[in-house]
């Protein structure tokens, strides 16, 4: 059986290449980075001398950046003007970056609508992905639409959700699924036993199709199903526990689709990422995973 993908989100402190030297130290053959300070609007550009720091690291390494993830701070759903400006800006700012670096995706979460509905929010969404696919119709990058727990306003807590924005968008061909299992778990779909997987993976199946999930983030949940809150544990010692993450690893649709973890770091100099991820290459079993 091929081994699949697995890596971790990497802090860039210290330079972008700085993420694939720490990936390469835990373990990782792929990583997911913020290109730029997720709490911020603002940002430098790239220069020449980091992105050719980037390329040589990921030589040097043979890791694969698989994706970066959005600025914490955009909101496409956003029902304020000044907000969804800021927000488109930073959106074409970031595929620019990525494209620059050779990343082949952008993972975002879709939005929050803020109080104005489900239904505005979705419509936003995806016409601010028109007017961005519009304007950077040159770039290679993809958008990767991920599930969400659910908290406050936000939206992609449903499949329905991401299957609505991906229909009423015109570039379909750019746009793609990030399937978060705390997000999903948090949202209220069961993965904890192998038929609730099942039920749940079959669902994703027929609302948005397993052909467009092109990354899994493998995190387990500190609150229990249906909660909609948004809180990471380390694999099998959170509320979802160990045999879910099993049948991610085993399930043969997935197997060429990456997988990362963004579980916590620690203070305690015990490295984390290493230890989550060996726990997820020993759940893999010899014989090939099942089909449904």
């Not at 082949?104 to 961005?132: D, F, S, Y």
Request: proline share 4%.
């Amino acid at each position: 059986m091929k081994m699949p993908l697995l890596g971790a989100h990497m802090s860039i402190s210290g330079g972008l290449e700085k993420a694939l030297l720490r990936g390469e130290a835990c373990g990782c053959q792929v990583i997911q980075i913020f290109t730029r300070n997720p709490n911020q609007w603002g940002c430098s550009p790239l220069s020449s001398k980091e992105i050719d720091a980037f390329h040589a690291a990921r030589i040097q390494t043979s890791i694969m950046p698989v994706a970066a993830h959005d600025s914490y701070l955009i909101n496409l759903a956003s029902p304020h003007p000044e907000n969804r400006r800021r927000s488109l800006e930073a959106l074409q700012d970031e595929l620019a970056r990525t494209d620059r670096l050779g990343i082949p995706c952008v993972v975002i979460h879709p939005g929050a609508h803020m109080g104005e509905g489900e239904h505005k929010g979705i419509r936003r969404i995806a016409e601010g992905l028109n007017r961005i696919f519009d304007h950077d119709s040159h770039l290679r990058v993809h958008i990767l639409l991920e599930t969400t727990a659910g908290q406050g306003t936000s939206l992609g807590y449903r499949f329905e959700h991401l299957a609505e924005i991906i229909r009423q968008t015109e570039s379909q061909e750019r746009l793609g699924v990030c399937l978060d299992t705390c997000h999903i778990f948090a949202a209220g779909y069961d993965i904890r036993t192998r038929p609730a997987y099942l039920k749940t993976m079959r669902r994703f199946d027929a609302i948005l199709g397993i052909q467009h999930l092109h990354l899994i983030h493998l995190n387990d949940s500190k609150r229990d199903l249906g909660s909609r809150v948004d809180r990471h544990a380390h694999i099998g010692k959170g509320c979802i526990g160990l045999a879910a993450f099993g049948f991610f690893m085993n399930d043969k649709r997935l197997r060429n689709i990456p997988k990362i973890i963004e579980t916590e770091k620690g203070t305690d100099g015990t490295d984390w990422d290493r230890i989550n991820l060996e726990c997820l290459r020993g759940l893999i079993k010899k014989r090939p995973g099942f089909r449904t």
